[in-house]
């Protein structure tokens, strides 16, 4: 499932897992909040990856890439989507590469055994940094 949204700064990939490896289902919404931003060079901003399943489901895995002339990855958190049930989660906040402009394999689970979720919530919390040059970045999920 893609869905593209444009921010002042970046590009994102994501890519939904319900249960083990079977794609979620086209009506699931995925999203950047906020969708657009203006940011000031070398100001740090936050953008939060929000899922709205149309189904159950136990997990999302995702990879971002980036204009690495224009941002810096700072650091990437869990959301409440996955644990909003009181669920244990396992969450890898993936590896961050600011001279290639990725973040790759940022993944989370449901680690309760029969535990699903189906109401939207925050998955990750990915924070940013503008470097000195100005430009315009889309985001792509």
Do not use: C, H, W
């Amino acid at each position: 499932m893609k869905n593209r949204k444009y921010i002042k700064i970046g590009i994102l990939s994501l890519f939904l897992l319900s249960g083990l490896t079977v794609m979620a289902a086209a009506e699931t919404l995925v999203s950047i909040n906020p969708p657009t931003e203006n940011v000031a060079n070398e100001e740090t901003f936050t953008i939060n990856i929000s899922i709205d399943p149309d189904t159950s489901i136990a997990g999302a895995q995702l990879d971002l890439s980036f204009n690495a002339s224009l941002l810096s990855a700072e650091s990437v958190t869990e959301g409440d989507l996955l644990n909003q049930n009181g669920a244990s989660t396992y969450f890898s906040p993936g590896t961050i590469d600011n001279t290639a402009g990725t973040i790759t394999g940022v993944a989370g689970a449901i680690i309760t055994p029969g535990e699903t979720v189906s109401t939207p919530g925050t998955f990750a919390t990915i924070q940013m940094t503008a470097k000195s040059t100005s430009g315009t970045s889309p985001l792509n999920l």
